[in-house]
């Protein structure tokens, strides 16, 4: 069974308040780069697939050459290979784009099983997967906290809504996001870091793809800084803790806010 | 042309969120000029009814045995039909798990423009702009479209609760033309993980712990919840809270756990790392409750108790209940 893993370099979630308007107007992030944390559960289940089935793990990335480093990190992971779609050429596109660019390169590799993050930690989208499914004509299922069982061509998972917890069965090929819940991501070991430094890993053109710039439904604009929350802390103080409770229950019917 | 939006049913039956984007789309609607569309699913249209008094020009009951239990294909596949039969234009689902899924799913197959968890709409020279909140809610950004449908998914709490007023709009009922044999997903078990707490993402008053807590977690955390028991607020937590075991994680607030926008937030034994302020920075009023006065919370909190938690907390909670009268 062939597994494909979708993961998206994204800036170093500590230094994301740094991130300037100009900075996503130009594309040109100024702050260090990662792998999408999201994109770690579905690495390491990759990984642990590995253990209770007979699987090839391949990571994907769509992204600047320098988004290889995410793609080795997967490796150093332990991940058995990884690709590149290098849309450093492609403008005007939107998430849908993306989703395009990923489907075609899961076609190629010809996965059984795409895994993929929540979202990402930049876009906040929670969609590019669903657009990767449509694209393939393939189910998809989010959101989900547990693989339980791949036999007889179908997948059947766990996964957590509002409320409830629902145990659903697809058949293969499927596209299933993971959630935090499903298991505690490794850290590289020293090994899997030496060995995913020396790959070589292999980088496509978008545009190889059948991808075009300028085929986004959507654009961002007016892109800025959310105002800054201007408050000037008020220390409640008293002699004793019951005194200053009281204050700050004053204080707050006083703002209508129980 | 219209403005559908999917009312989205669970055990519970009609999901809240569902009538805070109806309220909007009355609003987009009038401001394009055209009528809203409340798009019930199910396997029966019972939960009409529910939806009339917030004011839909006309409330749409997709009905058939194959809709009986939400399935993302399913429903996805009974939206084209509405979006088809009433011409829709723009439509709009809360952004919940399933509000999230369906609508990216539509979009997709629409090969329409989807703006996700959207913070804020709006109809500027006759189009829709959405505003998104991205980067972990660090940067905003207006969303435009260039597809003749546009699908936008909106963020819980962004809108207010519309009041229900008299029973308006005709029900109208559409086949979905859909055999099970079109829907891929079988349903083995749901099994409700509902136990009557208010969830975050609804929460008009939260109460968090961190890791202050960590002398004695579970009175810590019980100090925490008796608070938010008499405030009738939901309980969050902190990452460090929830790595530590001390609260599961469905607790967590912040960019790895929920964004919540509150009008009143209550951090505990939380220092305020910028991951945790990444989710509730949107809060109306926050209060801070922190042993060390250094504590970065207090730059973003409204108002602040230096003190050990294992006290404020208590005393908080005995005034609130003689204030309240409870
Ligand atoms: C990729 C990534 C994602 C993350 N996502 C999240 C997220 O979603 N949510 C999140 O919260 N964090 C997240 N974090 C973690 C975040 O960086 C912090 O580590 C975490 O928020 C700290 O939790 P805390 O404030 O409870 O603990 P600490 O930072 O340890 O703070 C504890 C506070 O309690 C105070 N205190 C101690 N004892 C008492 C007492 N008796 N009474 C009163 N006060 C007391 C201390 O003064 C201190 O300020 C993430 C980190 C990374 C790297
Ligand atoms: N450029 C990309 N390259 C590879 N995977 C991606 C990319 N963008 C999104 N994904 C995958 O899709 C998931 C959801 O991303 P998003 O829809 O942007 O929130 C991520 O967690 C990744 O697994």
Redesign the interface.
């Given at each position: 069974m062939k597994v494909v893993v979708l993961v998206k370099q994204t800036?170093d979630?500590?230094e994301?308040?740094k991130?300037s308007?100009e900075d996503?107007r130009s594309g040109k992030i100024k702050a260090t780069m990662v792998i999408n944390?999201?994109d770690e559960f579905a690495v390491e289940e990759a990984i642990l697939l590995g253990d209770r089935y007979d699987v090839e793990s391949v990571a994907i990335s769509m992204g600047s050459p320098d988004a290889v480093d995410a793609l080795k990190h997967a490796l150093a992971m332990g991940v058995g290979g990884a690709a590149l779609i290098d849309s450093s050429a492609l403008s005007g596109g939107?998430?849908?784009t993306t989703?395009a660019a990923l489907a075609a390169a899961v076609k190629a590799q010809g996965a059984d099983l795409v895994l993929t993050g929540k979202q990402s930690?930049?876009?906040?989208?929670?969609?590019v997967y669903?657009?990767v499914?449509?694209?393939l004509g393939w189910?998809?299922?989010?959101?989900v906290t547990k693989i339980v069982d791949i036999s007889n061509g179908q997948i059947?998972v766990e996964r957590?809504?509002?409320?409830?917890?629902?145990?659903?069965?697809?058949?293969l090929p499927a596209v299933i996001s993971v959630g935090?819940?499903i298991n505690e991501p490794r850290y590289p070991s020293f090994m899997g870091i030496r060995k995913a430094s020396k790959a070589v890993i292999p980088s496509t053109p978008a545009a190889e793809l059948g991808i075009a710039s300028g085929s986004?439904?959507?654009?961002?604009?007016?892109?800025?800084?959310?105002e800054e929350?201007k408050?000037k802390?008020?220390?409640?103080e008293g002699a004793t803790?019951?005194e200053?409770?009281?204050k700050?229950?004053d204080?707050?019917?006083a703002?209508k806010?129980? | 042309m219209s403005v559908l939006v999917w009312i989205e049913q669970?055990?519970?039956g009609v999901?809240p969120n569902s009538f805070e984007v109806l309220g909007k789309a009355r609003e987009i609607a009038a401001a394009l000029g055209t009528q809203t569309v409340a798009a019930v699913l199910g396997d029966n249209a019972s939960a009409a009814e529910s939806v009339r008094p917030y004011g839909p020009d006309v409330v749409l009951a997709i009905t058939g045995p194959v809709l009986a239990n939400y399935r993302?294909?399913a429903y996805t596949a009974a939206l084209r039909k509405a979006v088809e039969a009433v011409g829709a234009t723009v439509v709009l689902t809360a952004a919940?798990?399933?509000g999230?899924?369906v609508a990216?799913?539509l979009?997709?197959?629409l090969?329409?423009?989807?703006?996700?968890?959207a913070i804020d709409l709006r109809v500027e020279n006759g189009r829709l702009v959405a505003v998104?909140?991205?980067?972990?809610?660090?940067?905003?950004?207006?969303?435009?479209?260039?597809?003749p449908v546009q699908v936008v998914s909106v963020r819980p709490r962004s809108f207010p609760m519309p009041e229900p007023g008299a029973p308006g709009g005709e029900v109208r009922t559409l086949d979905p033309g859909l055999s099970e044999n079109d829907v891929?997903?079988?349903?083995?078990?749901?099994?409700?993980?509902?136990t009557g707490e208010i969830?975050l993402?609804d929460a008009?008053?939260i109460v968090s712990g961190g890791r202050g807590v960590a002398q004695d977690p579970a009175k810590g955390f019980a100090l925490v919840a008796e608070l938010a028991s008499v405030?009738g607020a939901a309980v969050g937590a902190s990452r460090a809270a929830v790595d530590a075991g001390y609260i599961p994680?469905?607790h967590q607030v912040g960019?790895?756990g929920k964004t919540v926008k509150p009008?009143?937030y209550i951090a505990a034994g939380i220092s305020g790392a910028?991951?945790h302020l990444?989710g509730m920075?949107g809060s109306?009023?926050?209060?801070?409750i922190n042993k060390d006065?250094e504590a970065p919370i207090?730059?973003?909190?409204?108002?602040?108790?230096?003190?050990d938690l294992f006290?404020?907390l208590p005393?908080?909670t005995?005034?609130?209940k003689k204030?309240?009268g409870k």
């Open positions: 800036p979630t500590a994301l308040p991130v308007a996503v944390p999201w939107d998430l849908w989703a930690v930049d876009d906040n989208s929670g969609a669903a657009g499914a449509a694209q189910p998809m299922v989010s959101a059947t957590m809504v509002e409320g409830a917890q629902e145990t659903i069965s697809v058949p935090k819940e986004g439904k959507t654009q961002w604009t007016n892109i800025r800084k959310p929350r408050t802390c008020v220390i409640i803790v019951e200053k409770a009281a700050l229950v204080a707050l019917l703002e806010v129980i | 669970n055990q519970n999901v993302l294909s919940t798990v399933r999230r899924e990216a799913m979009a997709s197959q090969d329409a423009g989807y703006a996700p968890d998104r909140s991205v980067y972990s809610n660090n940067i905003l950004a207006d969303v435009t479209f260039n597809s891929k997903e079988k349903v083995l078990e749901v099994k409700s993980t509902d969830s993402t008009s008053i405030l994680y469905k960019q790895t009008d009143l910028i991951q990444a920075g109306k009023v926050i209060v801070a006065p207090f730059e973003k909190a409204n108002y602040g108790i230096v003190g006290q404020v005393a908080l005995a005034e609130f204030r309240l």
